[in-house]
């Protein structure tokens, strides 16, 4: 019982790590690669898990205080996960396709993947990959 609370609240909760085969593409080539789901102190329903593409850029804005923002380009949702079991890993494959005008990384643009697993009442685990676009 307190493991399941101590999970719910961030404390030994499901973790995730999104491993990218190839970081390095061309606008119009597929992300490929695997996310791997590790089991905390006590089993975790999940709901799903969503990759985002986004685009991070420096822009001065007078109505923001930050010089960097975020554009949504696409989203992947994977559903029909399951439970994960306390101290179980599983790994998730996933082909994530880009358009053909994607953006070129610059000193002021970048590609990031982000990765958030949806476990319900509780942390949503997070992971961020950067994916160089030439």
Not at 89 to 109: A, L, Q, S, Y
Not at 116 to 133: L, W, Y
């Amino acid at each position: 019982m307190l493991n399941k609370f101590l999970s719910s609240i961030g404390i030994g909760h499901v973790k995730v790590d999104t491993i990218v085969h190839t970081t390095e593409i061309s606008p119009g080539d597929h992300i490929k690669g695997d996310i791997v789901l590790k089991g905390g102190m006590a089993d975790q329903p999940v709901n799903e898990v969503q990759l985002l593409l986004l685009l991070k850029y420096e822009e001065d804005k007078q109505d923001s205080d930050f010089s960097y923002h975020e554009k949504d380009l696409d989203t992947i949702t994977l559903d029909n996960i399951g439970t994960i079991k306390a101290g179980e890993e599983k790994r998730i494959p996933f082909e994530f396709p880009t358009n053909v005008e994607h953006p070129k990384t610059t000193d002021t643009e970048q590609t990031i993947l982000r990765t958030t697993v949806d476990i319900p009442q509780a942390v949503d685990p997070t992971d961020e990959d950067s994916i160089f676009v030439r």
